[in-house]
């Protein structure tokens, strides 16, 4: 049925939004792929399967694990990326490169800490499904679709409400004039990992209760599949980032269905990203109308 396959596309599409925030967020401002937030993906599942097993709340679990990893986030940012980036004559390809290996030392860690097996969740909900006619809805759907909601809904609320988002805003476009204006430029960087750093964490835990299981390795999907999404967006641009997350998951999902393994799964995010930059190279939502 077609609508089950769009509320399945849509479900998938925000998770895939949710982990690729981060690394638009940090675009914005430092103008650099930072692959390593697909790292804070599965950081942010571990840490969180690690406090729901102490704790059994969820919602501990969730927002421990956010604030942690955004937490990383700044740390990394301020003592690794940002010493780099502010070199005279800074090859750009450099912070790239380190991003890349920041990614790969984050699996490598997890895989020692917490050993290579399977994690569960085993998170049961009091009811299972939702039915509406013959569309079928699991909980944990629901839940993930009202988290993501709720997620994003804060999102534009700091970036279009607050000091802080205008901040952003501005360092975004551009930090120097900002700064000259008395913009805390640093603070704006901040925010970017916190936040983005924070909402991977938590599509890392959404897809562990989803999959019922987490692995060392569960980031290196993510972490080319966002770079597709925040270039299918429009780089450095939330509303565009959230489209294309949706919009992949939607295709995927339906291409799954209605074609089969003709294609692989994973590859229908290059293949959206290879046809609609040869229409629209700036993406499919442009700064100015975002």
Do not use: C, H
Request: proline share 3%; glycine share 10%; net charge positive.
């Amino acid at each position: 049925m077609l609508l089950q396959q769009l509320i399945n596309g849509i479900m998938m599409g925000s998770v895939y939004a949710l982990t690729a925030m981060g690394a638009t967020l940090v675009y914005g401002i430092l103008r650099i792929l930072d692959i390593a937030n697909a790292g804070a993906y599965a950081v942010g599942a571990y840490l969180g399967w690690y406090i729901y097993t102490l704790t059994g709340n969820l919602f501990v679990a969730f927002i421990s694990s956010m604030i942690i990893t955004g937490l990383i986030g700044v740390v990394i940012q301020k003592y690794i990326y940002y010493p780099i980036i502010s070199k005279p004559n800074m090859i750009p390809i450099v912070p790239l490169i380190t991003s890349v290996g920041l990614f790969t030392l984050t699996g490598d860690l997890i895989r020692l800490i917490a050993g290579p097996s399977v994690k569960n969740y085993n998170i049961k909900f009091d009811i299972d499904v939702f039915k509406i006619g013959k569309i079928i809805i699991k909980m944990e759907w629901l839940f993930i679709l009202m988290l993501t909601a709720a997620l994003f809904g804060l999102l534009w609320y700091v970036l279009n409400k607050t000091k802080l988002g205008l901040a952003w805003k501005a360092t975004a476009i551009d930090a120097e004039m900002a700064k000259a204006m008395g913009v805390n430029i640093n603070m704006s960087m901040a925010l970017s990992y916190i936040i983005g750093y924070g909402f991977a964490a938590a599509a890392g835990i959404m897809v562990g209760i989803l999959y019922n299981s987490i692995v060392p390795a569960m980031g290196d999907i993510p972490s080319y599949k966002m770079l597709a999404i925040i270039v299918l967006g429009g780089l450095g641009n939330p509303v565009g980032t959230v489209v294309a997350g949706l919009l992949i998951g939607v295709v995927e999902t339906l291409s799954a269905v209605y074609i089969g393994t003709i294609l692989p799964r994973d590859a229908i995010a290059f293949i959206v990203l290879i046809i609609v930059l040869l229409v629209k190279p700036s993406g499919l939502v442009t700064k100015k109308s975002a």
